[in-house]
């Protein structure tokens, strides 16, 4: 009998293993992961950075991630201001960390991932404290910190050798004693499967530049998204905003969370666009270390294509969520009550006080059985526009037309909160219509809350659909189409930006000036 050479089976093994672990740019999907991590508690700063980077590599060596092309790492869940490392600028010299001589001042742990990155053959996105020298930026004319140095919150992407191929430094800092670039930088790559990505942070996905002007400007169709997140109620938390943010733009979204739920940081998914979520985790508890994956649909380039509604993810039913959760400013919105013990229908429209928005609603509900010691969700219709007004950060301008779950029935206070169980309040259909001003820079977004699992209410559930008018407006209807439970909070999300289209741009400029002067106050004392 004829043998065929061992040669043979070895480079047949070799081609499987490489066809199994690098998409072509011919396929029509690419394989991705996106990773949950909780930072480690260790007392000292060397001991968390040897867990955290341990935790990382754990990761990567895993069989989970043997077949993805790309790996993605959250916010702030590596190293700190304790061990912050210099990062090359790809714009101006492309370098692999993993070989870099002695003397190149590269971190270890940059040096690791980028080895990691290359041994595993992964595009690799990681966040990381980076530090530069200011005498290196002659441009910026701020004052620099006294011991020389920027420091900066980061995002860095490795190649399959393991090449610096991209950095981006976050420009909307949350509370963070860290810079922003004096020129704010985008950050986007092109992959050897055929996918251009751009890539942001946390904050940033509530400003219009960087994240949406990518999506504008530049048509990227798919985005990294870094984060750190702090879930609020009744319309930021985490899933919640990347669901929508990706719907209301139709791209591919890629989303990795620090796990840290009791201080209210969780949320990771990865999303299709108008198709819906592929996977998405709101944990609880003490937070996970875990890699979710998923085969990620490639956008073609034509510009309309067939929808398809995709399952969302399984979830657990949750008593009352074992997460903090902040509450957002509803107190500033227009509202009435929802009385639910009178009949299963309502027709109301509710404007905004200050403003030309206004909001129409119908809603259908099932009988709710009450006796004297029920306990269910009471429900106010809401309109707002306006600045959110969050303390201490930069603020965003919003237009909302919103069914909000409350506590009691009596005190806006009492909404944007939860049940400590689960109540069975059903509504069989919800609609709102608003028409909104079109504007240089916004996005309208579809956004809804579950309490039975912190999750958003699945595309293929409801129905969204914009008509522009001559007259510069959209006309929005948002409406439920299936029988849903427990809704903490069900609106038409227009974002606004930085004021785009809702004139008050006095504001605006106040604003900036004083961002301004946070910025030079950060260089000064830092």
């Not at 290359?118 to 004052?143: G, H, Q």
């Not at 309040?425 to 608003?434: D, K």
Request: aromatic share 12%; glycine share 6%.
């Amino acid at each position: 009998m004829y043998k065929i050479p061992a040669v043979f089976f070895g480079l047949c093994a070799l081609f499987f293993e490489l066809s199994t672990q690098a998409s072509l740019p011919s396929d029509l999907y690419y394989n991705a992961g996106v990773v949950e991590f909780r930072p480690s508690a260790a007392m000292t700063s060397e001991s968390r950075l040897n867990d955290n980077l341990a935790g990382y590599l754990e990761i990567l060596a895993s069989k989970e991630a043997e077949s993805l092309d790309i790996i993605v790492f959250p916010e702030s869940t590596l190293n700190n201001n304790d061990d912050m490392t210099f990062v090359p600028n790809p714009s101006k010299v492309k370098v692999i960390p993993c070989d870099a001589e002695e003397g190149e001042d590269y971190h270890n742990v940059l040096k690791q991932l980028s080895c990691a990155a290359r041994k595993y053959a992964k595009y690799l996105v990681i966040n990381l404290t980076e530090k530069e020298l200011c005498s290196e930026v002659l441009e910026d004319p701020r004052p620099c910190a006294s011991n020389g140095l920027n420091i900066f919150n980061t995002n860095v992407v490795f190649d399959r050798q393991g090449t610096v191929i991209s950095r981006y430094r976050k420009v909307h800092l949350y509370g963070e004693n860290k810079n922003f670039t004096y020129v704010p930088e985008f950050g986007w790559f092109e992959t050897d499967f055929g996918v251009r990505f751009g890539h942001f942070i946390c904050f940033d996905i509530l400003f219009y530049s960087p994240a949406q002007e990518m999506v504008d400007k530049h048509g990227i169709k798919d985005f990294i998204f870094t984060t750190m997140w702090f879930s609020q109620l009744p319309f930021l938390t985490a899933v919640q905003i990347q669901q929508a943010w990706s719907y209301g733009n139709d791209v591919n979204l890629l989303a990795a969370g620090a796990s840290n739920p009791v201080a209210g940081s969780t949320g990771t998914g990865i999303y299709n666009g108008r198709n819906g979520t592929l996977v998405a985790v709101m944990n609880q508890g003490l937070g996970k270390r875990t890699l979710y994956v998923s085969r990620v649909p490639k956008y073609p380039h034509q510009k309309h294509r067939a929808r398809r509604s995709l399952p969302s993810a399984p979830t657990t039913r949750l008593e009352k969520p074992d997460i903090f959760l902040k509450r957002d400013y509803l107190q500033f919105y227009d509202t009435i009550s929802v009385d639910l013990s009178k009949g299963t229908h309502l027709s109301q429209k509710l404007c905004n006080s200050n403003s030309s928005l206004c909001c129409s609603f119908d809603l259908h509900w099932q009988p709710l059985s009450l006796n004297e010691d029920s306990q269910h969700y009471h429900y106010r219709l809401g309109a707002f526009r306006g600045i959110r007004n969050e303390a201490a950060v930069e603020k965003n301008k919003l237009m909302n037309c919103a069914l909000i779950s409350c506590i009691g029935k009596e005190d806006i206070m009492d909404c944007g909160k939860v049940h400590s169980i689960n109540t069975d309040v059903i509504f069989e259909n919800i609609t709102i219509e608003a028409t909104f001003p079109k504007a240089n820079g916004f996005l309208l977004m579809p956004n809804s809350l579950k309490a039975s699992d912190l999750m958003p209410v699945a595309v293929g559930e409801f129905e969204w659909s914009e008509v522009v008018r001559n007259d510069n407006q959209i006309d929005v209807r948002y409406s439920l189409n299936t029988s849903t439970s427990n809704l903490l909070a069900f609106s038409i999300y227009g974002n606004y930006y930085d004021g785009y289209g809702l004139g008050d741009g006095a504001s605006s400029m106040v604003m900036s000036t004083l961002c301004g002067l946070i910025v030079v106050l950060v260089h000064l004392y830092l």
